[in-house]
Protein backbone atom coordinates (compact mmCIF):
# COMPACT_ATOMS: atom_id res chain seq x y z
CA UNK A 1 0.00 0.00 0.00
CA UNK A 2 3.15 2.21 0.63
CA UNK A 3 3.74 2.16 -2.96
CA UNK A 4 0.29 2.78 -4.21
CA UNK A 5 0.08 5.80 -1.59
CA UNK A 6 3.41 7.57 -2.92
CA UNK A 7 2.49 6.83 -6.51
CA UNK A 8 -0.74 8.55 -6.34
CA UNK A 9 1.01 11.53 -4.70
CA UNK A 10 3.61 12.14 -7.46
CA UNK A 11 0.54 11.98 -9.87
CA UNK A 12 -1.21 14.44 -7.51
CA UNK A 13 1.36 16.59 -6.92
CA UNK A 14 2.41 17.00 -10.65
CA UNK A 15 -0.83 17.43 -11.67
CA UNK A 16 -2.80 19.28 -8.89
CA UNK A 17 -6.25 20.95 -8.55
CA UNK A 18 -8.24 21.77 -10.75
CA UNK A 19 -6.58 19.50 -13.02
CA UNK A 20 -9.03 16.14 -12.97
CA UNK A 21 -7.24 12.86 -12.45
CA UNK A 22 -8.45 9.97 -13.92
CA UNK A 23 -7.20 6.51 -12.76
CA UNK A 24 -7.82 4.57 -16.03
CA UNK A 25 -9.41 0.92 -15.03
CA UNK A 26 -7.69 -1.01 -17.32
CA UNK A 27 -4.56 -1.12 -15.41
CA UNK A 28 -6.45 -2.99 -12.36
CA UNK A 29 -9.42 -2.86 -11.77
CA UNK A 30 -9.93 -4.69 -8.12
CA UNK A 31 -12.73 -2.04 -6.18
CA UNK A 32 -10.64 -2.01 -3.35
CA UNK A 33 -7.87 -0.88 -5.16
CA UNK A 34 -9.86 1.59 -7.14
CA UNK A 35 -11.62 2.99 -3.82
CA UNK A 36 -7.78 3.75 -2.19
CA UNK A 37 -6.96 5.28 -5.79
CA UNK A 38 -9.86 7.97 -5.11
CA UNK A 39 -9.51 8.61 -1.95
CA UNK A 40 -6.04 9.77 -3.22
CA UNK A 41 -7.97 11.86 -5.41
CA UNK A 42 -8.56 10.66 -8.89
CA UNK A 43 -12.20 10.09 -10.51
CA UNK A 44 -11.92 7.08 -12.55
CA UNK A 45 -12.23 6.09 -16.38
CA UNK A 46 -14.15 2.95 -17.78
CA UNK A 47 -14.35 1.29 -21.26
CA UNK A 48 -16.81 -0.77 -20.82
CA UNK A 49 -20.09 -1.65 -18.91
CA UNK A 50 -18.55 -4.30 -16.98
CA UNK A 51 -15.74 -1.51 -16.00
CA UNK A 52 -18.53 1.01 -15.04
CA UNK A 53 -19.76 -1.68 -12.97
CA UNK A 54 -16.72 -2.39 -11.31
CA UNK A 55 -16.12 1.60 -10.69
CA UNK A 56 -19.60 1.90 -9.03
CA UNK A 57 -18.89 -1.22 -6.89
CA UNK A 58 -15.67 0.61 -5.65
CA UNK A 59 -18.13 3.27 -4.47
CA UNK A 60 -17.73 6.22 -7.28
CA UNK A 61 -20.52 8.07 -8.05
CA UNK A 62 -21.53 8.33 -11.97
CA UNK A 63 -20.67 11.94 -12.17
CA UNK A 64 -16.84 10.75 -11.27
CA UNK A 65 -16.66 7.98 -14.18
CA UNK A 66 -16.10 8.88 -17.42
CA UNK A 67 -16.89 6.17 -20.44
CA UNK A 68 -14.27 5.82 -23.27
CA UNK A 69 -12.74 3.33 -25.27
CA UNK A 70 -12.87 2.08 -28.76
CA UNK A 71 -15.25 -0.94 -27.55
CA UNK A 72 -18.22 0.95 -26.77
CA UNK A 73 -21.06 -1.04 -27.93
CA UNK A 74 -24.87 -0.22 -28.15
CA UNK A 75 -25.61 -1.64 -24.94
CA UNK A 76 -22.56 0.39 -23.55
CA UNK A 77 -23.55 3.47 -24.56
CA UNK A 78 -27.01 3.06 -24.05
CA UNK A 79 -26.24 2.44 -20.15
CA UNK A 80 -24.80 5.90 -20.34
CA UNK A 81 -28.17 7.22 -21.34
CA UNK A 82 -29.95 5.14 -18.84
CA UNK A 83 -27.98 6.73 -16.11
CA UNK A 84 -28.68 10.03 -17.47
CA UNK A 85 -31.93 9.78 -17.83
CA UNK A 86 -31.92 8.75 -13.76
CA UNK A 87 -30.73 12.22 -13.40
CA UNK A 88 -27.54 10.39 -12.53
CA UNK A 89 -25.05 11.34 -15.67
CA UNK A 90 -21.95 10.27 -16.15
CA UNK A 91 -18.90 12.86 -15.80
CA UNK A 92 -18.60 12.77 -19.40
CA UNK A 93 -18.47 9.75 -22.65
CA UNK A 94 -15.95 9.71 -25.20
CA UNK A 95 -16.40 9.22 -28.41
CA UNK A 96 -14.12 7.42 -30.82
CA UNK A 97 -16.40 7.36 -33.96
CA UNK A 98 -19.34 8.97 -36.12
CA UNK A 99 -20.57 5.52 -35.35
CA UNK A 100 -20.43 6.23 -31.69
CA UNK A 101 -22.25 9.83 -31.71
CA UNK A 102 -25.04 8.71 -33.55
CA UNK A 103 -25.79 5.40 -31.33
CA UNK A 104 -25.41 7.50 -28.29
CA UNK A 105 -27.72 10.54 -29.63
CA UNK A 106 -30.25 7.89 -30.95
CA UNK A 107 -30.23 6.53 -27.41
CA UNK A 108 -29.72 9.64 -25.69
CA UNK A 109 -33.59 10.53 -26.53
CA UNK A 110 -34.25 14.39 -24.88
CA UNK A 111 -31.80 13.69 -22.16
CA UNK A 112 -28.14 15.92 -22.67
CA UNK A 113 -24.95 13.85 -22.41
CA UNK A 114 -21.41 15.48 -22.13
CA UNK A 115 -19.43 14.22 -24.68
CA UNK A 116 -15.46 14.50 -25.47
CA UNK A 117 -14.26 13.08 -29.23
CA UNK A 118 -10.77 11.69 -29.33
CA UNK A 119 -8.68 12.69 -31.94
CA UNK A 120 -5.45 10.98 -33.32
CA UNK A 121 -3.25 13.47 -33.58
CA UNK A 122 -0.99 11.33 -35.65
CA UNK A 123 2.53 11.53 -34.08
CA UNK A 124 4.96 9.22 -33.27
CA UNK A 125 5.05 8.26 -29.76
CA UNK A 126 8.47 7.15 -28.47
CA UNK A 127 7.24 3.37 -26.97
CA UNK A 128 7.01 0.26 -28.11
CA UNK A 129 5.31 -0.04 -31.62
CA UNK A 130 2.34 -2.31 -29.86
CA UNK A 131 1.70 0.57 -27.31
CA UNK A 132 1.75 3.57 -29.45
CA UNK A 133 -1.89 4.47 -29.87
CA UNK A 134 -1.23 8.01 -30.98
CA UNK A 135 0.27 6.84 -35.05
CA UNK A 136 -1.18 7.69 -37.68
CA UNK A 137 -1.92 4.14 -38.39
CA UNK A 138 -3.67 3.24 -34.88
CA UNK A 139 -7.17 2.18 -35.01
CA UNK A 140 -7.53 4.76 -31.79
CA UNK A 141 -9.67 7.76 -32.35
CA UNK A 142 -10.39 10.32 -35.53
CA UNK A 143 -8.46 12.48 -37.20
CA UNK A 144 -8.70 16.35 -36.82
CA UNK A 145 -10.21 16.59 -40.08
CA UNK A 146 -13.02 13.46 -39.11
CA UNK A 147 -14.41 16.03 -36.58
CA UNK A 148 -16.78 18.10 -37.99
CA UNK A 149 -18.51 14.36 -39.33
CA UNK A 150 -18.95 13.17 -35.81
CA UNK A 151 -20.46 16.21 -34.71
CA UNK A 152 -22.76 16.22 -37.17
CA UNK A 153 -23.77 12.10 -36.66
CA UNK A 154 -24.32 12.95 -33.05
CA UNK A 155 -27.03 15.51 -34.28
CA UNK A 156 -24.80 18.61 -34.58
CA UNK A 157 -24.44 22.01 -32.04
CA UNK A 158 -28.13 21.55 -31.27
CA UNK A 159 -28.58 17.61 -30.74
CA UNK A 160 -28.79 15.60 -27.82
CA UNK A 161 -25.12 15.72 -27.05
CA UNK A 162 -23.55 18.19 -25.48
CA UNK A 163 -19.71 19.12 -27.25
CA UNK A 164 -17.56 19.33 -24.34
CA UNK A 165 -13.74 19.13 -26.03
CA UNK A 166 -11.20 16.39 -27.17
CA UNK A 167 -9.83 13.09 -25.85
CA UNK A 168 -6.40 12.61 -26.76
CA UNK A 169 -4.13 9.40 -25.98
CA UNK A 170 -0.97 9.25 -27.57
CA UNK A 171 0.50 5.90 -25.69
CA UNK A 172 1.53 3.66 -23.26
CA UNK A 173 5.41 3.98 -21.23
CA UNK A 174 6.29 6.56 -23.13
CA UNK A 175 10.05 7.11 -23.06
CA UNK A 176 9.93 10.87 -23.59
CA UNK A 177 8.22 13.77 -23.44
CA UNK A 178 7.59 14.94 -27.19
CA UNK A 179 5.22 13.12 -28.49
CA UNK A 180 2.88 14.04 -25.56
CA UNK A 181 3.45 17.61 -26.35
CA UNK A 182 2.84 17.27 -29.92
CA UNK A 183 0.03 15.86 -29.47
CA UNK A 184 -1.14 18.64 -26.84
CA UNK A 185 -0.67 21.04 -28.98
CA UNK A 186 -2.87 19.85 -31.79
CA UNK A 187 -5.27 18.82 -29.28
CA UNK A 188 -5.34 22.53 -27.95
CA UNK A 189 -5.68 24.52 -31.06
CA UNK A 190 -8.70 22.00 -31.63
CA UNK A 191 -10.59 23.10 -29.40
CA UNK A 192 -9.87 26.66 -29.86
CA UNK A 193 -10.97 26.41 -33.43
CA UNK A 194 -14.55 24.70 -32.52
CA UNK A 195 -15.09 27.28 -29.75
CA UNK A 196 -15.94 29.38 -32.64
CA UNK A 197 -19.41 27.28 -33.09
CA UNK A 198 -19.38 25.30 -29.65
CA UNK A 199 -18.76 28.02 -26.94
CA UNK A 200 -19.39 25.05 -24.39
CA UNK A 201 -16.03 23.17 -25.52
CA UNK A 202 -13.96 23.98 -22.95
CA UNK A 203 -12.69 20.49 -21.86
CA UNK A 204 -9.01 18.65 -22.85
CA UNK A 205 -7.97 14.88 -21.84
CA UNK A 206 -4.42 14.46 -22.34
CA UNK A 207 -4.44 10.89 -21.68
CA UNK A 208 -1.75 9.04 -19.50
CA UNK A 209 1.12 7.25 -20.68
CA UNK A 210 3.62 8.39 -18.03
CA UNK A 211 6.09 5.13 -17.40
CA UNK A 212 7.26 3.09 -15.03
CA UNK A 213 11.36 1.98 -14.57
CA UNK A 214 10.84 -1.26 -14.84
CA UNK A 215 14.10 -2.77 -14.97
CA UNK A 216 16.41 0.91 -14.78
CA UNK A 217 17.03 3.98 -12.81
CA UNK A 218 13.50 5.95 -11.90
CA UNK A 219 15.89 8.84 -13.92
CA UNK A 220 16.02 7.19 -16.88
CA UNK A 221 11.88 7.55 -17.09
CA UNK A 222 10.30 10.96 -17.77
CA UNK A 223 8.65 12.02 -14.38
CA UNK A 224 5.08 13.03 -14.24
CA UNK A 225 6.40 16.53 -13.35
CA UNK A 226 8.04 16.63 -16.28
CA UNK A 227 4.80 15.56 -18.68
CA UNK A 228 3.43 18.64 -16.52
CA UNK A 229 5.70 20.95 -17.66
CA UNK A 230 5.35 20.23 -21.12
CA UNK A 231 1.87 20.91 -21.34
CA UNK A 232 1.96 23.52 -19.49
CA UNK A 233 4.35 25.31 -21.78
CA UNK A 234 1.94 24.55 -24.33
CA UNK A 235 -0.94 26.33 -22.78
CA UNK A 236 1.31 29.52 -21.82
CA UNK A 237 1.42 30.16 -25.63
CA UNK A 238 -2.61 30.49 -25.94
CA UNK A 239 -4.09 33.62 -24.82
CA UNK A 240 -5.91 33.07 -21.74
CA UNK A 241 -9.17 33.33 -23.36
CA UNK A 242 -8.46 30.12 -25.89
CA UNK A 243 -7.28 28.27 -22.85
CA UNK A 244 -9.56 25.07 -22.20
CA UNK A 245 -11.37 25.65 -18.48
CA UNK A 246 -11.49 21.72 -17.48
CA UNK A 247 -7.50 19.68 -17.95
CA UNK A 248 -7.68 16.51 -17.73
CA UNK A 249 -4.90 13.35 -17.49
CA UNK A 250 -5.65 9.72 -17.12
CA UNK A 251 -2.87 7.41 -15.98
CA UNK A 252 -3.47 4.38 -14.79
CA UNK A 253 0.12 2.11 -15.02
CA UNK A 254 2.14 4.97 -13.38
CA UNK A 255 -0.11 4.99 -10.29
CA UNK A 256 -0.12 1.10 -9.67
CA UNK A 257 2.14 -1.00 -11.70
CA UNK A 258 4.96 -0.69 -8.84
CA UNK A 259 2.70 -1.85 -5.83
CA UNK A 260 2.43 -5.17 -7.46
CA UNK A 261 4.48 -8.15 -6.61
CA UNK A 262 3.46 -11.94 -8.48
CA UNK A 263 4.99 -14.64 -6.43
CA UNK A 264 5.89 -18.07 -8.52
CA UNK A 265 7.42 -21.41 -6.97
CA UNK A 266 9.91 -23.25 -9.36
CA UNK A 267 9.00 -26.57 -10.58
CA UNK A 268 11.86 -27.41 -13.07
CA UNK A 269 15.63 -26.65 -13.27
CA UNK A 270 17.34 -26.88 -16.88
CA UNK A 271 20.60 -27.12 -17.34
CA UNK A 272 20.59 -25.83 -20.49
CA UNK A 273 23.46 -23.94 -22.79
CA UNK A 274 21.65 -20.99 -20.68
CA UNK A 275 19.94 -22.38 -18.20
CA UNK A 276 15.78 -22.44 -17.49
CA UNK A 277 13.95 -22.07 -14.61
CA UNK A 278 10.64 -23.39 -15.19
CA UNK A 279 7.83 -21.32 -11.99
CA UNK A 280 3.91 -21.96 -11.60
CA UNK A 281 3.70 -18.71 -12.88
CA UNK A 282 3.45 -17.57 -16.32
CA UNK A 283 1.57 -15.77 -19.01
CA UNK A 284 -1.77 -16.64 -17.74
CA UNK A 285 -0.60 -14.79 -14.61
CA UNK A 286 1.35 -11.89 -16.47
CA UNK A 287 1.03 -11.38 -19.90
CA UNK A 288 3.01 -8.76 -21.13
CA UNK A 289 6.14 -10.73 -21.69
CA UNK A 290 4.88 -13.11 -23.99
CA UNK A 291 2.47 -9.91 -25.51
CA UNK A 292 5.31 -7.60 -26.45
CA UNK A 293 8.48 -8.60 -24.88
CA UNK A 294 8.11 -6.29 -21.39
CA UNK A 295 11.03 -6.79 -18.73
CA UNK A 296 10.15 -6.96 -14.98
CA UNK A 297 12.28 -6.79 -12.47
CA UNK A 298 12.52 -10.41 -10.94
CA UNK A 299 14.56 -11.84 -7.31
CA UNK A 300 14.68 -14.99 -5.70
CA UNK A 301 13.11 -15.06 -2.25
CA UNK A 302 14.60 -18.58 -1.44
CA UNK A 303 17.60 -20.33 -2.49
CA UNK A 304 18.13 -24.07 -2.17
CA UNK A 305 15.26 -24.41 0.19
CA UNK A 306 16.47 -21.37 2.54
CA UNK A 307 15.27 -17.79 2.84
CA UNK A 308 17.67 -15.18 1.09
CA UNK A 309 19.25 -12.89 3.35
CA UNK A 310 21.36 -10.03 3.04
CA UNK A 311 24.27 -12.33 2.27
CA UNK A 312 22.51 -13.83 -0.88
CA UNK A 313 24.70 -16.83 -3.31
CA UNK A 314 26.11 -15.98 -5.88
CA UNK A 315 23.90 -15.31 -9.07
CA UNK A 316 23.80 -16.40 -12.66
CA UNK A 317 21.82 -15.56 -15.59
CA UNK A 318 18.99 -17.57 -16.36
CA UNK A 319 15.35 -17.75 -18.45
CA UNK A 320 12.71 -17.71 -16.19
CA UNK A 321 9.75 -19.87 -17.84
CA UNK A 322 6.51 -20.11 -17.57
CA UNK A 323 3.97 -23.50 -16.91
CA UNK A 324 2.16 -22.77 -19.92
CA UNK A 325 1.97 -25.17 -22.88
CA UNK A 326 3.24 -22.34 -25.22
CA UNK A 327 6.90 -21.88 -25.95
CA UNK A 328 6.54 -17.85 -25.91
CA UNK A 329 5.54 -18.20 -21.90
CA UNK A 330 8.91 -16.89 -20.95
CA UNK A 331 9.46 -14.01 -18.32
CA UNK A 332 12.57 -13.67 -19.62
CA UNK A 333 16.21 -13.16 -18.22
CA UNK A 334 17.06 -13.08 -14.77
CA UNK A 335 20.40 -12.50 -12.69
CA UNK A 336 19.36 -15.38 -10.11
CA UNK A 337 21.05 -17.56 -7.37
CA UNK A 338 21.08 -21.49 -7.37
CA UNK A 339 17.50 -22.55 -7.19
CA UNK A 340 15.95 -25.69 -6.76
CA UNK A 341 11.79 -27.35 -6.30
CA UNK A 342 9.99 -25.68 -4.07
CA UNK A 343 12.44 -22.30 -4.19
CA UNK A 344 10.28 -19.12 -4.57
CA UNK A 345 10.93 -16.19 -7.06
CA UNK A 346 9.08 -12.74 -7.20
CA UNK A 347 8.46 -10.56 -9.95
CA UNK A 348 7.90 -6.90 -9.57
CA UNK A 349 5.61 -4.39 -11.14
CA UNK A 350 3.18 -6.33 -12.02
CA UNK A 351 0.15 -4.30 -10.57
CA UNK A 352 -0.66 -2.93 -13.65
CA UNK A 353 -1.85 -5.07 -16.34
CA UNK A 354 -1.03 -8.65 -14.57
CA UNK A 355 -4.47 -9.20 -12.66
CA UNK A 356 -6.35 -7.07 -15.27
CA UNK A 357 -4.87 -9.10 -18.32
CA UNK A 358 -4.72 -12.48 -16.66
CA UNK A 359 -6.54 -15.76 -17.88
CA UNK A 360 -7.84 -19.25 -16.94
CA UNK A 361 -6.12 -20.80 -20.01
CA UNK A 362 -4.73 -24.31 -19.33
CA UNK A 363 -7.51 -24.70 -16.64
CA UNK A 364 -5.39 -22.86 -14.24
CA UNK A 365 -7.11 -21.12 -11.45
CA UNK A 366 -6.96 -17.55 -10.61
CA UNK A 367 -3.83 -16.71 -8.15
CA UNK A 368 -4.92 -15.44 -4.96
CA UNK A 369 -4.22 -11.80 -4.65
CA UNK A 370 -3.38 -10.76 -1.11
CA UNK A 371 -3.05 -6.75 -0.04
CA UNK A 372 -0.48 -5.80 2.43
CA UNK A 373 -0.13 -2.64 4.10
CA UNK A 374 2.90 -2.86 6.22
CA UNK A 375 0.89 -4.97 9.31
CA UNK A 376 -2.01 -6.45 8.13
CA UNK A 377 -2.64 -8.05 5.01
CA UNK A 378 -6.37 -8.83 3.37
CA UNK A 379 -7.52 -10.83 0.21
CA UNK A 380 -8.98 -8.94 -2.39
CA UNK A 381 -9.60 -11.98 -4.84
CA UNK A 382 -9.81 -16.23 -3.39
CA UNK A 383 -7.43 -18.94 -5.37
CA UNK A 384 -9.48 -19.63 -8.04
CA UNK A 385 -12.50 -17.17 -8.37
CA UNK A 386 -13.45 -14.25 -10.52
CA UNK A 387 -15.22 -12.84 -7.41
CA UNK A 388 -13.47 -9.33 -6.48
CA UNK A 389 -14.08 -8.98 -2.54
CA UNK A 390 -14.86 -5.43 -0.89
Known amino acids: MAKLRAAAAVVVEAFPEPWIRLYALKANGLPALVRRISRAGFWVSAVSGGELALARRAGLAPDRIVLEGIGKTDADLALAASLAAAGTPLAWVSLESAEDAASLAGAAGREALDVLVRVNPRVLPETHAGLAVGAG ?12 AVIEAGGGPNGPLRWRGIH ?21 RLVALQRAELPGFDTIDFGGGFPVAYQADADSV ?21 QPSRLVIEPGRAVV ?5 LIGRVLHVRRREQPIVVIDAGMTELIRPALYGAAHPMLALTS ?11 A ?22 PLERGDLVAIGSVGAYGSAMASTYNGRPRPPEIAWDGRRSAVWRRRGSNRLLP
Do not use: Y
Request: glycine letters at 8%.
Open 137 to 148: ESKFGVLPEELS
Open 168 to 188: LHVGSQLGAIDAWRAAARIGL
Open 222 to 242: PSAARFAAAVQAELDDLPANA
Open 257 to 261: AEAGW
Open 304 to 314: LGRPIDTDPPA
Open 316 to 337: ATVRLDGPICESTDSLGPASLP
